[in-house]
Structures are given as structure tokens and as C-alpha cells.
């Protein structure tokens, strides 16, 4: 289940990969409020349509703001729910500086 790009403006984009046989999500881009609410949706749905641990890509991902980090927390809370768990298997040098300044390193096993 690849769902390819999402543009915003001209040449801004960002990316959403999932494979539920892996349960592999992986974003890239830029992820700021004007796409956050469809990150969500996609990780809501990806999250009703899988089971078990989820493990996420941010390898790719330049950028993300306050409100793509409440979509993460966001989508962990429900996989937590469930009784699952997410772990960060990739991040770029850019994103884990800010989840080491917000302190929500911990809650995606960095």
C-alpha cells in the first residue's frame, strides 16, 4: 500500500509509504500544518488497517512542525490503545534534534 505524494504549493511535497505486510510507514518532505491533519488521516488509517508493532521512517523527512509532531503523538496514542507499540527505525539529523528538544525521543524508542 504505497500512497506516493502529496504536493503542497509548487515544489513542496512530502511523501507517505506504508506497507502493512511490514507495518513499515515511512515519511519524507515537509510535514507542516497545511498537511498535518492528512498525515493523520492516513496514519489513522493505516493503524485500523494493520496489527501488531509499527515501525516508522523519518529518514527522509527535512522537516516537521508542531502540528506533524501532535500527529505522530497522535497516532502512537491509538496504536498504544490497541495495545501496540511504534519505533523510529530511521530519522534524519534535523528531526532528531527536535525530538531531543521537545523530549519525545523516548516515546518512539529513540
Known amino acids: 500500500m504505497s500512497d506516493g505524494k502529496q504536493s503542497r504549493g509548487e515544489s513542496e511535497t512530502w511523501t507517505w509509504e ?3 505486510r ?3 510507514v ?4 515537509e510535514v507542516d500544518f ?4 492528512a498525515v493523520r488521516d492516513r496514519f489513522v488509517t493505516f493503524i485500523e488497517q494493520t496489527r501488531g508493532d509499527m515501525f516508522l ?21 491509538l496504536l498504544k ?9 530511521a530519522i534524519s539529523h534535523q528531526v532528531r534534534k527536535l ?10 524508542g529513540l
Not at 515511512?26 to 518532505?29: Q, V
Not at 497545511?34 to 491533519?37: Q, R
Not at 490503545?81 to 527505525?89: D, E, L, V
Request: charged share 20%; hydrophobic share 35%; aromatic share 6%.
Open 22 to 24: 511490514t507495518n513499515t
Open 99 to 108: 525530538f531531543e528538544l521537545t523530549q519525545i525521543g523516548e516515546l518512539f
Open 26 to 29: 515511512s515519511i519524507g518532505g
Open 81 to 89: 490503545a490497541k495495545g501496540r507499540k511504534i519505533t523510529i527505525t
Open 57 to 77: 521512517d523519518l529518514g527522509n523527512l527535512s522537516y516537521v512542525d508542531s502540528s506533524g509532531l501532535a500527529a505522530l503523538i497522535e497516532g502512537r496514542k
Open 34 to 37: 497545511t498537511v498535518s491533519p
Open 18 to 20: 506504508g506497507d502493512p
